[in-house]
């Protein structure tokens, strides 16, 4: 990140070692801002005849935080995504992606309040281009896992006091809505974003994960209760009426030159009847899947890297719907990731998009760039 | 911004890493301050105590070296971010041990990656690096004795 005030560590040292009367005076903090952001350019061209290359700047994001002293700190990340939104409709976002406020009481008790971002996964919460394989996100962190999914509510977030290493997330925030849902995209068109968000169906999400205090491996077990009615009476009157449960789980592992990672989640849509008798949808049941990377940086600097994923938006579905087996994906992306920084990424990889239907089959060139700073 | 750590935790850093009855006295060189660690009358080493950013807050270490201008430990005195609080545990922080400004200290190389503590990680190995330099220069040159 860089510094829109510097910090000065040297005039602290001699507070720090002078003695008790002014070691108050040495821990406490000055405002500060600070700026930082990431962004990624992509290039898309999908195999086979009239379907022209793409080229376009996914996503800029400008990352501003503001410390007010040392308990009490804003953060937020406001995102354009596609370059440009011209009136009318036409494509492009303008979108906060986070806004909040942090108390931190202590290590083990931070409180914060606002637009936060669902701790799901690994993508949603990072999700900056060059900490992540492939130009574009896993295709299950769109269609599984909605990311960036972000909501407005409380939580509590800290290090858990059981042993080192373990760190817990748990916050309420605004519910899905269940209009929304799809049967291609699942729970995805179902979030609020914080944008007059309907809070009829208060939901609870959190994580608890444990890192190796040694370094190289990281594990999280993460979920998300609550209803979806929106509102609508048809679907229920009750906060809890037409719940959906996800429960997911990953792993990522560093040793040398060696990367892993694998994530797995499934997604309970309990009233997927009623939900689409109501809305004309074909929701699954249930929606679930994974998928499992492996990458190995062969030279300095660059990585080769292989992703398996499967999912299925319709591994079950409620009587009276029939099931398209066309929604049962099996994903393959091989790919190269060069970073002459660790925050910096050039990427090119090959897709290949396989369905149990032998529908909606595609395979995709895609080469980008990604920053963060 | 000023930032820095309590007195008692400088002091009880440098006890732990240098031993019991180990003092410690600031000095002022080239407008930094790096504490001269003696017990009586010898000498054990030199500590400097720094700030790194983070992903939007300070980060404040310690890292001390003995006579040799071998690298003695590093602690992590304040961490403030939200996430990546990972590199205050002694089972990562240990890898600098031992090092001198003639070994490298890369990471992902010498320096394990804590996933999801990226920028944590990166951003204390740089930190210690400096403060490593510094201190054996100013060894070296006699501006620290």
């Known amino acids: 990140m860089s510094r829109v005030v510097e910090c000065l560590a040297l005039a602290s040292v001699v507070l720090a070692v002078a003695g008790p009367a002014d070691a108050q ?18 290039y898309t061209n999908p195999r086979g005849p009239n379907t022209p290359a793409e080229v376009n700047l996914r996503r800029f994001v400008v990352y501003l935080a503001h410390t007010f002293n040392d308990r009490v700190t804003f953060r937020s990340e406001l995102e354009i995504e596609d370059a440009k939104v011209e009136p009318p409709g036409a494509g492009g976002e303008v979108a906060l992606e986070q806004a909040f406020l942090d108390y931190r009481f202590s290590d083990r ?9 669902i701790p799901v996964g690994i993508i949603n919460e990072t999700h900056e281009p060059p900490t992540f394989n492939s130009v574009d996100r896993p295709a299950f962190d769109h269609d599984v896992i909605p990311t960036t999914w972000r909501e407005i509510g409380v939580g509590i977030l800290g290090r858990l006091p059981v042993a080192d290493g373990w760190n817990y997330r748990l916050y309420l925030v605004n519910g899905l809505r269940a209009d929304g849902f799809s049967d291609a995209e699942g729970i995805r068109e179902g979030r609020q974003e914080g944008r007059e968000a309907s809070f009829a169906n208060p939901s609870l999400t959190g994580r ?25 009476t048809l ?14 789980a990953d792993a990522r592992y560093q040793r040398g030159p060696l990367a892993l990672r694998a994530v797995v989640a499934t997604v309970s849509v309990a009233d997927a009847d009623t939900i689409n008798a109501l809305y004309g949808s074909a929701v699954g049941s249930r929606i679930a899947g994974g998928y499992l990377e492996g990458a190995y940086e062969f030279v300095s600097h660059l990585s080769a890297f292989v992703r398996h994923e499967r999912y299925d938006t319709q591994a079950d579905v409620p009587a009276g719907t029939t099931r398209d087996r066309g929604f049962a994906r099996r994903v393959t992306t091989l790919g190269l990731t060069f970073k002459p920084t660790w925050n910096t990424a050039f990427k090119g990889d090959y897709t290949v998009l396989r369905t149990a239907a032998g529908t909606g089959q595609g395979e995709t060139l895609r080469l980008g760039v990604g920053y963060q700073f | 911004m000023m930032q820095g750590a309590p007195s008692a935790k400088v002091a009880a850093a440098v006890r732990r890493i240098f031993g019991p ?36 807050q300070p980060i404040t270490f310690l890292v001390a070296v003995d006579p040799a201008d071998r690298l003695k430990d590093v ?15 002694e089972a990562w922080r240990r890898q600098f041990r031992g090092k001198s400004i003639a070994d490298s200290l ?40």
Request: hydrophobic residues 40%; proline residues 3%.
């Open chain 2, 75 to 89: 602690d992590v005195l304040v961490y403030r971010e939200p996430y990546g609080g990972e590199v205050v545990y």
């Open chain 1, 208 to 232: 608890i994960e444990w890192a190796r205090p040694a370094g190289g491996l990281r594990v999280g077990g993460s979920f998300w209760y609550g209803g979806t009615t929106g509102g609508d």
């Open chain 1, 235 to 248: 679907l229920g009157r009750g906060s809890v009426d037409a719940p959906i449960a996800v429960l997911s």
């Open chain 2, 106 to 145: 890369r990471v992902g190389r010498e320096i394990r990656v804590i996933s999801g503590a990226t920028i944590s990680v990166h951003a204390v190995t740089l930190g210690v690096k400096r403060a490593l330099a510094d201190l054996t220069h100013w060894h070296q040159t006699g501006a620290i004795r």
């Open chain 2, 21 to 56: 009855g180990a003092e410690a006295s600031p000095l002022t060189v080239a407008a930094d301050t790096v504490l001269r660690v003696a017990r009586g009358d010898s000498l054990l080493g030199f500590a400097a105590v720094r700030n790194v950013i983070g992903k939007d």
């Open chain 1, 25 to 42: 005076q040495a821990n406490e903090t000055r405002e500060s801002t600070t700026i930082g952001g990431y962004g990624e350019v992509h």
């Open chain 1, 109 to 117: 008790f931070t409180l914060r309040t606002g637009l936060v971002l």
